[in-house]
């Protein structure tokens, strides 16, 4: 490698103006929209308030995508559509078009390069997504394996709009949950303390920042073989992960160790009820690779339960709210142990100090 | 006579005034309380004036109990030396608080003699108050009353007198005997009671549906409340009756968009549609239709540990721990109390000194404190499952096997019941 | 004083039995009520299931009664009533009579000889009661005279059921709070830390159990003048009063400290929302016996905004959830200050973590 | 070719899957990322067997700047030598993800040249990821990508990339210029993006209602959602429209019931009768009816601070510090750049190392926090007002004081403003 003879200054830009790749009807109209309907599962129509139409056919990828995949959904945009996408939140592909007959046109054409069409309202969305195995340095197991997986299961979800309200669900291939809060959440739940390779610590560890991490204060400095290491009290470690990052000797991960827990309720939205974090649901899952069937069937009967018993505009949280977590567990068909009471900051604030009970 | 002006300004307004029942003991000149009343007056007027009290504790019982007498000396006996004992004897009233006037007149006969002649019906535990007792007189009073039929309540780190509502005795709501309930267990750690051992006090009370009307899960360590495990009844006339009464926008707006889960809706032809399995029991749709609205039939009591007030880390209102048990047959009862017998022993072996049960759950966790007492987890005793990662769950699946194992039990009980 | 020859030994009876005191129609019901109206104010038609009929009136006390208060009431159960009474809950009593024509009658005796009747309902009932400096040895204030001045002001309420549901309301003279929770709850607050009487500490206070007391460990065992007594960091302390009670020496009570505050919202009930704590409303209210009138307007303008605004069946506490607690703090004209962000173990969970707004 | 009989079975099912695009990258054999790609398809092949990640960190960036670039190394390198350095570039997308098909394909002609052909649309905190690159070639893909106008987005302990909802682009609910909003304030901070020097990571994020479609409570420490201040516009024949297509039981049980603080009452005529001074601004009937129901004219946003995830004392949502703030006017975005720079000056100056806003809010306590930032208590900040009397309130006369002249000034300012 040659160093470059005049290094090139960066034009700091920050985030670009996205005028000049919005829909000229979205520019048009910017501000201005009145209202909107679902014509079918995978297409809205926005109303402006002059009268004018869009319409957008939304479509799921895979997130991860080769430039192969992009440039098929380019040459669909520019076919069918009118050159301009934008992708969701969720890693859905937005085209939008300014009449309503090009809209089937579209559709057979993404069904038929094999991108779902679906993902709006009341439909399963894309499942929210990090990195796993494939690029981060700490993981516990492969997101986009685990998402591949449960979104083969779903499939028919996202391409309808049968469920009682939007579901979003996420996964996180660590404890640190990169991805979310979700309707429901898949993350990897370590279940035992790290265990620590002593020769490397003292190489490659700053100690007092590993001591730092822990939220419980487990890990002390301690001499091991007369090399400065660190120990862990295992009484109090909660078998976060937090201390790897920093350390990658404490070893968090192993087939022992590294499992998979489902969570339920998670909402961002401020819609009829605040936000609210996900709740355990099953623990100690296996990290089945490379399809996770465990863990499916666990998301599928959830998912299910929910479909066949929620109200209309319930969330996943709001419908258990109402019917109650000793229904929920009833319906669903897992177990209640004492890993599902509370126990971190704050925990007497769960714990039900009222007579309101559910038979 | 003590000049008393502050005082006298309590006795303008329409509320009773209870300055002026204290002239009226320091007035009874014929009474041996007079002179008492007197200084008390005095004493209470100094405070008015200093803005202070002027009480300070000491140590009076009676013979072969621990507790249940409040001493009070003054510290002001010099100026005040007809009062410089003070001391309430805490008597336990009749469950529910029933009174013939006999009774009534009797303990005023007692109170004439040895006391001051102030009583106070009740105490926020639920004791009468004989308020106003001499260190002398203590034993005489306590004497008459006890061969009364009256006992002395609690106080000190004991076991505390008890309340219950008026209930089964005239009211509609009631789902358990709350009379049975209430003598039943107290009168079962009467020990604990008259000889303070525990490590701080313990109270119970008990109400008959979740109306609450003796403030149970705020107020006591074991609270027991009246629910019942089947579908409300109701009286479809009756719903359509308060519908023309009131109106169907104020009858959804009151009764349907009021209730905390959404269990209700109002049929287009104002009849009511329950869906039981998302009613929590609160009580209000019944409250507002008392005629039409009843609890199920399959009735007993819910229980929760762990209420009361803030000394040291804030208020703490009670736990649900057991969502229901039935209580009907005498064996039901003594299973109710083999429970409370449990709670009593395990605060006693793990309670720091001075904390009470419900201090004690919070600093050794639920899971732990339920293990200890021997009760399965159940959904009902939170609002919702663990938010929090941060645990270690390696045993997960052992424990959810023991949930299995417990649920097929159950179920096999239930058929083998049936 | 003579010892006694032969100490008598108690009779544990513990509890007694109700049954004999009791109405012999409750009795003859016990257990078999079907429903209950109120007539007027004051007044309670119960009905069982067999048609019997049980007509309750009910009437204001002073609880802490001399002889001649309770005489008396025995004399109206035996003239008008039938020889029965109760209390309740909140010391106002009951007479029970099995038909109608006795209400009236009974009404009157009670009204002439100066016991309000009323209590019912959705009035204002009597207010739950303390110690104070009748007897307690530890008080800031007087309950006995906080009652009646508030009482006096609201007995208009008490005798009527103009409010949107039952009010109830607490008092308490020191912060150990032995009066609970309300909807309004009028409670001394210390504002200044302890001054230690150094001389006294070492004679009469056992040192451990004071430090041991303190709940945010504020008290350190200290020399003062050579002799062991206590210091208090005063950065740290939270003004609780509770470590005044193991000892004396720690005056917690003193003009500039001994003030009151307002509460509200507090719930014990239930009924449609789960129990809840008051709230605070209003500090460093003087203690301005004999009458503490600025107490009893601060208690008014609550007591009124709720009744001008609250819906049917709305307890305070629901009423100001739904109006929202900007708006309550107007409708009152009282200060929202940096005391009412909540700072105690678990506040967090006390905050708006939502969009939720009001305005 | 590396054999990947697990991997392969991830491209069995209907959804689209992310190996069959990787090995169509492999095949690509006449491209420069080709082998790269095998190697890759094996170390991950290898990672489904072992169920472990071989990646480790360490530092890459391009001149000029600290951050933006996620650096990775393989552990083993030995086996799989091609994708030794896997870097991942984090670029900003143009805010709402507003693409021309000319831009992507742009895109992808650097990421041919230069990387491995692989993009995630998007990253969870809205960076389009441009991922696996070697150390050599990241200078040159960023310096490509730098001329088409795009710029690293944050890494490390920084500000980082924001996200905002589509908005008013193609949203009737959206209360605010999401584009500006983002624009002017991420824009305003540049430096604090690309050269790492706060104490930990910061994060924005912009929905245009409280529906909101970018999680920002819960995953921003600084959270700007539209909202409104007057009442809601109700359009009462859509209304009844509504109800005749849905029937008076089911709107009643799905928009009157369901309303959190029973705002909203159907009358008996079929139009709504809505309390705005109850509303809450949650979004729901708006959601349900949304030609019947918009957002007032009386528009803004509200500001939450503190959200993050769960390391260390657990996850936290974003808590309402600014109820309400006007964002129209150039100065009106002035103001919020200002506001937001009080901000990150107070989190640089006094969160600990590692320290989110959130936990630093919590450390010090809310009054502390707003004391430092200058903004005045607001009850919207809380669920309810303390519970606890354990408080030292000796300045709360003075402290109200302060609350009355400032809405006295709040009171003129409106005056005069009018
Ligand atoms: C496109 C997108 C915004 C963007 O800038 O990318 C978007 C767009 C819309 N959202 Fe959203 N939301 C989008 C992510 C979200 C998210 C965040 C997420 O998915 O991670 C949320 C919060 C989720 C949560 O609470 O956990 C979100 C919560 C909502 C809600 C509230 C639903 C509820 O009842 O809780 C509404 C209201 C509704 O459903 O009518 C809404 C409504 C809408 C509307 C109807 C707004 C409008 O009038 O145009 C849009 C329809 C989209 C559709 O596909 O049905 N959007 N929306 C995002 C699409 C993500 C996806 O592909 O699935
Ligand atoms: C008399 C009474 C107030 C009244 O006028 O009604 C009362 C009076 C005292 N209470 Fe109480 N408490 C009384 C009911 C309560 C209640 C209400 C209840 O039981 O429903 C509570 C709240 C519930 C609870 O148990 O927490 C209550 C919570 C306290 C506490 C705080 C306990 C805590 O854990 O936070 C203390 C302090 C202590 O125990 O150290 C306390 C301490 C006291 C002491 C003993 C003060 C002391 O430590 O020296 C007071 C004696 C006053 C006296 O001279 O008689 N009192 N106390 C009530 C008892 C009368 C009776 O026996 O019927
Ligand atoms: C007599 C008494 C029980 C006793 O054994 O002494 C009682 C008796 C009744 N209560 Fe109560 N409650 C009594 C104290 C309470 C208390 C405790 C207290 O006052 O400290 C509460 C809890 C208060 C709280 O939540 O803070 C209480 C919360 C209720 C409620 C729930 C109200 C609500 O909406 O939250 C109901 C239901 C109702 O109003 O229909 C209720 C209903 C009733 C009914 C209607 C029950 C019935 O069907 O007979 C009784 C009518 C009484 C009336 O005067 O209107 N009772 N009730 C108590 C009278 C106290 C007093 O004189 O004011
Ligand atoms: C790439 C990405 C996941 C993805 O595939 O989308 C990601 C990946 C990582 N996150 Fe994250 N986080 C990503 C969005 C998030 C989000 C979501 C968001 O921003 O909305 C969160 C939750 C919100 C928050 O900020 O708390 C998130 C919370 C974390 C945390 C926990 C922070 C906390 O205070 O609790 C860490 C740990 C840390 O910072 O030490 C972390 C750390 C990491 C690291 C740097 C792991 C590490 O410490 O070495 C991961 C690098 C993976 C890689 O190889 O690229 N990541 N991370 C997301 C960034 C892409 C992008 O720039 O667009
Ligand atoms: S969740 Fe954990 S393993 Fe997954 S990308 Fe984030 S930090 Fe990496
Ligand atoms: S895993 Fe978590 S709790 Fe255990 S030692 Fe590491 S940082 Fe501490
Ligand atoms: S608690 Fe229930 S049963 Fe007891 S008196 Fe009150 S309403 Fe009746
Ligand atoms: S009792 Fe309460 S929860 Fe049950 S249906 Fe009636 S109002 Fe709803
Ligand atoms: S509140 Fe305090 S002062 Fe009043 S009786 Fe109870 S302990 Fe005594
Ligand atoms: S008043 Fe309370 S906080 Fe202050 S020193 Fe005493 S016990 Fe501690
Ligand atoms: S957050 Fe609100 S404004 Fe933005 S896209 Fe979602 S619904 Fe529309
Ligand atoms: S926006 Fe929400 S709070 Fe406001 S009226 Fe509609 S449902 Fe109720």
Redesign the interface.
């Known amino acids: ?1 040659n160093a ?1 003879a005049q ?17 000229p009807l ?2 048009k109209n ?2 201005n ?5 679902r014509p079918r599962p995978g297409v809205l129509r ?1 109303v402006a308030r002059n009268g004018d139409e ?1 319409w ?1 056919v939304k479509a ?12 098929k ?2 040459e669909i ?2 076919t069918f559509a009118e ?7 969720r ?1 859905n ?1 937005e085209f ?1 078009v300014s009449t309503q007959d090009k809209v089937e046109p579209l559709i057979d054409a993404l069904t038929s390069a ?3 069409v679906g993902g709006t309202g009341n439909s399963v969305s894309m499942i ?3 990195q ?11 997101a ?2 685990v998402v ?2 449960l ?2 299961m779903m ?1 028919d979800e996202f391409i309808k709009e049968e469920m009682p309200n939007r579901v979003k669900i996420t996964t996180s291939c660590c ?7 979700g309707d429901i959440s898949i ?1 990897v ?1 370590y ?3 790290p265990k620590i390779n002593h020769d490397l610590v003292s190489k490659i560890c700053e100690r007092p920042a590993v001591v ?2 822990c ?2 204060a487990a890990i002390r400095p301690a001499m091991v073989n007369g090399k400065p290491s660190l120990e862990v009290d295992e009484q109090k ?4 992960g ?1 201390c790897y990052p920093p350390c ?1 000797p404490m070893q968090i ?1 192993g ?5 998979i ?1 489902v969570w339920v ?2 909402k ?8 609210s ?8 899952l296996p ?1 089945n ?3 996770w069937p465990e863990v499916a069937e666990v998301v599928r009967k959830i998912l299910y339960a929910y479909k066949d018993n929620a ?3 319930e969330r996943m949280g709001e419908w ?10 009833e319906l669903t068909g ?26 | 006579k003590h000049a008393t002006p502050l005082l006298d300004e309590l006795e303008t307004g329409p509320w009773p005034s209870f300055v002026t029942g204290l002239k009226r003991l320091r007035d009874a000149e014929d009474r041996p309380f007079a002179p008492m009343m007197n200084d008390l007056l005095g004493q209470l007027e100094h405070s008015y004036e200093e803005r202070k009290g002027f009480w300070k504790g000491g140590t009076v019982s009676v013979f072969g109990y621990g507790g249940g007498v409040i001493p009070r000396f003054s510290e002001v006996a010099d100026q005040f030396p007809a009062s410089k004992e003070f001391h309430t004897l805490r008597i336990q009233p009749p469950a529910g608080y029933h009174y013939t006037t006999e009774l009534l007149r009797q303990m005023c006969d007692v109170w004439e003699k040895h006391g001051s002649g102030l009583i106070a019906f009740h105490g926020q535990s639920g004791d009468i108050m004989f308020q106003g007792c001499s260190t002398e007189n203590t034993q005489k009073a306590f004497d008459e009353f006890n061969e009364m039929g009256l006992d002395l309540g609690g106080a000190g780190p004991a076991l505390r007198t008890s309340m219950s509502c008026v209930g089964h005795a005239r009211c509609e709501k009631s789902c358990y005997d709350e009379v049975k309930a209430h003598r039943t267990v107290i009168n079962s750690f009467l020990d604990e009671m008259h000889r303070p051992a525990l490590p701080y006090k313990f109270k119970f009370k008990f109400s008959g549906c979740p109306n609450d009307c003796v403030n149970a899960i705020h107020r006591s360590d074991f609270a027991v409340l009246g629910t019942w495990r089947d579908a409300m009844k109701v009286n479809q006339d009756e719903v359509k009756a308060y519908v023309v009464a009131h109106g169907r926008k104020y009858t959804i707006d009151s009764v349907i968009a009021m209730c905390p889960t959404r269990a209700l809706s109002l049929n287009d032809d104002d009849t009511l549609d329950v869906d039981n399995k998302s009613c929590v029991r609160c009580m209000h749709c019944l409250n507002v239709m008392p005629k039409a609205l009843h609890p199920g039939d399959d009735r007993g009591v819910s229980i929760l540990l762990g209420g009361k007030r803030s000394l040291k880390v804030g208020d703490l209102m009670g736990t649900m721990i057991i969502p229901f048990m039935k209580l009907e047959t005498d064996e039901e009862f003594d299973a109710l109390v083999e429970f409370a017998r449990k709670l009593i022993d395990f605060f006693a072996e793990n309670a720091l000194e001075h904390e009470r049960i419900g201090e004690c759950m919070d600093r050794i966790g639920l899971p732990a404190f339920l293990e200890a007492i021997g009760v399965a987890p159940d959904p009902n005793m939170v609002n919702h499952p663990r938010t929090s990662s941060y645990v270690r769950t390696d045993d997960f699946t052992a424990e959810a096997e023991k949930y299995f194992e417990r649920k097929a039990r159950e179920a096999d009980l239930t058929v083998a019941g049936d």
């Not at chain 1, 960066?10 to 000049?20: A, H, L, N, R, T």
């Not at chain 1, 470690?237 to 976060?240: E, G, H, L, R, S």
């Not at chain 1, 142990?337 to 039900?352: A, Q």
């Open positions: 490698m470059p290094p090139r200054r960066p034009i700091e830009s920050g985030v670009p103006d996205p005028f000049p790749f919005m829909h979205m520019k910017y501000g929209w009145d209202w909107h309907d926005h869009i957008t799921g990828t895979q997130r991860q995508m080769d430039v192969f995949s992009v440039r959904l380019c945009a520019d050159g301009y996408v934008r992708f969701t939140t890693s592909i939008m094999g991108f779902p929210s997504h990090t796993g195995w494939l690029h981060c340095d700490i993981p516990g197991t492969d986009s394996g591949k997986s979104m083969d499939y404890q640190i949950n990169c991805g979310g809060q993350n739940q279940t035992k303390p730092a991490r939220p419980v470690c909660v078998c976060c937090a990658p991960n087939a022992d160790s590294t499992k827990a309720g998670g961002h939205s401020n819609a009829r009820s605040k936000p974090f996900h709740k355990l649901v099953v623990a100690n990290n690779a490379p399809r109200k209309d505009w258990i709210e109402r019917i109650g977590w000793p229904r929920f567990f897992f177990a209640f142990t004492k890993h599902h009471l509370d126990t971190w900051t704050g925990s007497r604030k769960t714990m039900n100090m009222s007579a309101h009970v559910h038979f």
